[in-house]
């Protein structure tokens, strides 16, 4: 009943900025997640945002560079990135959360998912 699209992806130099959006259609009030996934590497929490944009958290790795936020309006979140590095390189994801009863951390609790964006970070 949810579906997810993410852009905003591409290529940047170390240090550079980009910033990803989810556009969902559907109605949702759930809260929502992005996940990230590199070659060879398992998929990763990076971001949560509960549905009324209330309650957000990050990923150790990510604090104080990456702010995700949301507009009910346009069924849109945002996830901005600033300071990029080369580890920062992945597949990013957005997905609705629709598992309650674990954690927002865990991405078995997420019930619908976009195609992916790839964020490069390289020189």
């Known amino acids: 009943q949810v579906q997810l699209v993410e852009s905003g992806g591409g290529l940047v130099q170390p240090g550079g900025s980009l910033r990803l959006s989810c556009a969902a259609s559907g109605r949702t009030s759930s809260s929502l997640g992005w996940f990230r996934q590199a070659p060879g590497k398992e998929r990763e929490f990076v971001a949560y945002?509960?549905?009324?944009?209330?309650?957000?958290d990050y990923a150790d790795s990510v604090k104080g560079r990456f702010t995700i936020s949301r507009d009910n309006a346009k069924n849109t979140v945002y996830l901005q990135m600033d300071s990029l590095k080369p580890d920062d390189s992945a597949v990013y994801f957005c997905a609705v959360r629709t598992i309650y009863f674990g954690t927002y951390h865990e991405s078995s609790n997420y019930g619908y998912w976009g195609q992916g964006t790839q964020v490069t970070v390289s020189s």
């Open positions: 945002i509960s549905w009324s944009g209330g309650t957000t």
